[in-house]
T-cell receptor
Framework: QQQVKQSPQSLIVQKGGISIINCAYE??????FPWYQQFPGKGPALLIA?????SEKKEGRFTISFNKSAKQFSLHIMDSQPGDSATYFC???????????FGGGTRLMVKP | GAVVSQHPSWVICKSGTSVKIECRSL??????MFWYRQFPKQSLMLMAT?????????EQGVEKDKFLINHASLTLSTLTVTSAHPEDSSFYIC?????????????FGPGTRLTVT
């Protein structure tokens, strides 16, 4: 059973546009929600993360919006650049140990 | 900071042989490391949780006798794929969580591409 659902599976955005990726979770025990960026043939890199006591977190062009009541969170990439083209994974961590549950991933392509 | 390395980055082996993959946390100590497997265009699948000084915890469906994990120190975990078969060909990625508090972030290694011929 997939506990973190991610959408869309793929996304094409024009350079300078906003990329939006959404995730929904079921387990209310999750207490930490990171986003990872992965380039082909590389390991995932931690991009930005949020905890459920905060509704929004911004780091540079990347913003996480978190809706605890709806059990949803999203990644917004402002002023998207071709170099942002990668696969993005949302994840959630339970409060027992540090094990992460990953979403299915979103392949983002930013067209010049 | 928070760099995780893996060795080798890619390996080709013959069916029936064993392959060892190393995962090292370079600038922090990690009581817990994780091993993932990733097929092309798919998400990461957790295989096992590796705890320093104790036995690894394997996810359901992962053969512990086939995927041997040893977490011998606070900076090194190894995954040995025993009697490898072509279906074991995949991208193996480790991650590590810094010990002693912090936010529990997981930092990933660059991955190891295993091809079994």
């Amino acid at each position: 059973q997939q506990q973190v659902k991610q959408s869309p599976q793929s996304l094409i955005v024009q350079k300078g546009g906003i990329s939006i990726i959404n995730c929904a979770y079921e387990n209310t025990a999750f207490d930490y929600f990171p986003w990872y960026q992965q380039f082909p043939g590389k390991g995932p890199a931690l991009l930005i993360a949020i905890r459920p006591d905060v509704s929004e977190k911004k780091e540079g062009r990347f913003t996480i919006s978190f809706n605890k009541s709806a059990k949803q969170f999203s990644l917004h990439i402002m002023d998207s650049q071709p170099g942002d083209s990668a696969t993005y994974f949302c994840a959630a961590r339970g409060n027992a140990g540090n094990m992460l549950t990953f979403g299915g991933g979103t392949r983002l392509m930013v067209k010049p | 900071g928070a760099v995780v390395s893996q060795h080798p980055s890619w390996v080709i082996c013959k069916s029936g042989t064993s392959v060892k993959i190393e995962c090292r946390s370079l600038d922090f100590q990690a009581t817990t490391m994780f091993w993932y497997r990733q097929f092309p265009k798919q998400s990461l699948m957790l295989m096992a949780t590796s705890n320093e000084g104790s036995k690894a915890t394997y996810e359901q469906g992962v053969e512990k006798d086939k995927f041997l994990i040893n977490h011998a120190s606070l900076t090194l975990s190894t995954l040995t794929v025993t009697s490898a078969h072509p279906e074991d060909s995949s991208f193996y990625i480790c991650s590590a969580t810094p010990s002693g508090g912090g936010g529990g972030e997981q930092y990933f290694g660059p991955g190891t591409r295993l091809t079994v011929t």
